[in-house]
């Protein structure tokens, strides 16, 4: 089946839009920074990510994963563990989601001050 530049462009224009409601949640950018270019076990990203909830925490990576931006690995071995990192296009976002947050931490205190509300 052979797919028109058009109709190519309205699944990429869908796809866009539901990563960008992933991206755009409270805690994704922090998780996807706190994961980095290594694995990490969900304890170490929790202690890691300070004010998140283990429920908010399970909930961004589930998004996360639904999205193809992190991979679960589930070692089946006599003490379970699960480890989580970045696929391919996961790590290739890293780079975008370090200089956002490393603009947001420059300019705290302007933004702070345009909404002194926001947590």
Request: aromatic share 6%; hydrophobic share 40%; net charge negative.
């Amino acid at each position: 089946m052979v797919v028109s530049e058009s109709d190519r462009h309205t699944q990429a224009a869908a796809v866009a839009r539901r990563i960008f409601a992933t991206l755009s949640t409270k805690w994704a950018l922090t998780v996807i920074e706190a994961i980095g270019p290594g694995e990490r076990r969900f304890a170490e990203l929790h202690r890691s990510i300070d004010g998140i909830s283990y429920k908010m925490l399970t909930q961004t990576l589930r998004g996360l994963e639904a999205d193809g931006i992190v991979a679960r690995h589930d070692h089946h071995s006599a003490n379970p563990r699960v480890d989580y990192s970045l696929t391919a296009a996961g790590t290739d976002l890293l780079t975008t989601v370090h200089s956002l947050c490393a603009w947001s931490r420059t300019h705290l205190e302007a933004l702070l001050e345009a909404n002194p509300t926001t947590e």
